[in-house]
């Protein structure tokens, strides 16, 4: 039976990374709601319109909106053999809908949480900077650019700021996340299947931590 992959950490966990590498090395397609979330809300109809609202208040998008979006996502053909989830579930409702989702698709779910705390946490999102032409990530407190506010590779470039990555947003998402997320990791531990990860330590160690996990459940 093959797997789906649920990776839960707070925003600026390292989630979005730790999912891509899985991707490119376990070849175990990222689906990323937020990133979907974001291009939608860029379309300007009126489900772009209600996201845009939703993500500018800081606040999580809907259940059934969020779900919708993932079972067109998953329904494709890259995803038959497994995926990895970034962003979904973030509440108990959705992980029942995941439940209902994953005997659909003759899979089983495993979840692993990325551990960084919370101070760490909102400086990895509010120094968050991004280069306008190539897309390349920064961040003020542990990759700064080498001219401040400007992009090394394309000198002159001032790097932008994402409009939710603000002190004040990015402390309503935290506490969201506190909130209505934190519950999530208890329903995965009671059914024996969560496992964490350490966040805090470099990119290449959590990755080999996760890809045992994934081999070996």
Known sequence: MSKIIV????PGAGKGTQARLIQERLKLPQISTGDILRARAEAGDPLGEEIRAVQSAGMLAPDDLVMRVVQDRTARADCKDGYVLDGFPRTLAQAMMLEELAREQHKRIGAVA?????DILEKRTTGRRSCPVCGEIYNM??????SNETCDHHKGVKLVTRA???????RVRLETYERKTQPLLAYYEESQRLQ????TKDRETIYR?????????
């Open 164 to 170: 939710d990555d603000s002190v004040e947003k990015v």
């Open 114 to 118: 990325i551990d960084v705390p919370l």
């Open 209 to 217: 931590e996760l890809e045992k996990i994934i081999k070996d459940s």
């Open 7 to 10: 990776l839960v950490g707070a």
């Open 141 to 146: 407190y542990f990759k700064p650019p080498q």
């Open 196 to 199: 964490r990860v350490d966040g």
